[in-house]
């Protein structure tokens, strides 16, 4: 009688984490499957708008906690940094930049006000945009994403581009009323359709993770490239991002004799390492 | 569990996804920081045992993931195998040793990491291993050998400990 009980007991716990593994993979099939895309997504912004404003709050509080914590695990690199920022101090004394760190931040939201690029391709300077700050960096260790302060409020939604001065940054994940989430060009699980070089090329872009070179695909081997080239989106149909947005620059190109492609990296044009202001397109796939 | 440990279990999930998205989220070298969520479910299955470990772990996975721009599910999987792992190792060994609390904790928190990032390459993230985990598994070890004692201590409020195996086989006591 005792040993049953015992025996009941010991297989309980095996009973919970079945059933709660099974849970997991249910959810997790759905999810990647698509099928409960739109209750997740529903989920996951009530669930963004309930924590968000906690979330500032607290982030205001313990801002400069953070800052001493990043700042201590970046010692080594804040020392050298540290002598060149000194070097760059004396050069800019003497210069007496009357302006400083405004005149620079003014300078890039002029940037965004009128795209540079926007402007010289009809297609794009219809296009809305909403200009946003980011707010946090990426929240998971394996996924290289931005969190912007504009979200549902402004007309920001899943799918929409975003940009800033010299090109495109990535596309809105997530959305919800006063934020939304970006996957950044470089995400592993980023994919970006590109056209190059005269007559048109078209490739794929492929992000490979935080600080690493995009991997361009699909250009056959022996393809006329010049290092510097401006990759730019395709556009073509049912493409995810609008036509002729300047993505990235091909940093190196080879192939050898048995290769089915060329092997071609590029360097995002707008700097993602220190992103802080952007602009979101207010368009969607499939318009 | 009562409805005052589970509401105890809210409050202190809450607080931990508060921590990591406003403070530890900002602590990042190459592309990762430190991740308290797994310490969070290894400490459940530590202070909990196996069921009730996985059980919390499960849904703290789950309250993370809804904040997450991956999968959805991945992290409450990983949870509540991290905390039945942990629970499951642990529940002969005696709990008031600390170095044992932390060296539990670090480890199901590393065994977590390389799981997750197994579990995102079968779901077609390549770089998930080669990329982003040892930059993981660097910034993420010391952060959790450093958070286990208060992550511990807050886990202690809120989930009530596991009954020891021989006091749950002789309820009347082992004296009798």
Known sequence: MARSRRSRRSRRPRLTIVLLVLASITIITLDYRGDLRGTISGLRRVAHDAFSPVQNAVGDVVHPIGSFLAGAVHAGSIEQQNAKLRAENARLRRQSLAAGAQAGTLHTLQQLESLPWAAAVPS???????????????????????????????????????????????????????????????????????????????????????????????????????????????GLQDALFPPDVPLARITSYSSTPSSTEESVTAEPLADLAALQYVDVMLWEPGT | MSTVDVART?????????VQHSLLDAVRLSGAHPDAVLLMAAAAGYVGGPERGATVGFFTGLAADLLLPTTF?????????????VGTATSGLVRDSRPLAVLALTAGTVAG????????????????????????????????????????????????????????????????
């Open chain 1, 124 to 234: 794009l300077s219809s296009i809305r945009t909403v200009a946003a700050e980011v707010v946090a960096l990426n929240s998971s260790d394996f996924a290289d994403t931005v969190q912007l302060d504009v979200g549902r409020n402004l007309g920001v939604d899943v799918g929409m581009p975003v940009v800033a001065g010299n090109g495109l940054v990535g596309r809105v994940i997530d959305a919800w009323s006063s934020g939304c989430t970006v996957r950044l060009v470089t995400d592993p699980g980023s994919s970006v359709g590109v056209r190059y070089g005269q007559p048109p090329g078209y490739a794929l872009v492929d992000g490979s993770g935080v600080g690493r070179a995009l991997a361009v695909h699909y250009i056959a081997p022996g393809t006329a490239l010049t290092k510097g080239e401006i990759l730019t989106t395709s």
């Open chain 2, 73 to 85: 599910g991945l992290t409450a999987l990983v949870g509540c195998l991290v905390a039945y792992a």
């Open chain 2, 113 to 176: 990491l390389v799981g997750y990032a197994v579990l995102e390459a079968v779901l077609g993230l390549a770089g998930a291993i080669s990329v982003d985990l040892a930059p993981a598994l660097v910034v993420a070890t010391p952060a959790a050998a450093i958070l286990a004692l208060p992550v511990l201590w807050l886990v202690r409020w809120s989930v009530p400990p596991m009954v020891p195996p021989a006091a749950a086989a002789h309820p009347g006591g082992l004296g009798r």
């Open chain 2, 10 to 18: 809210s409050l202190v999930i809450f607080f931990v996804l508060v």
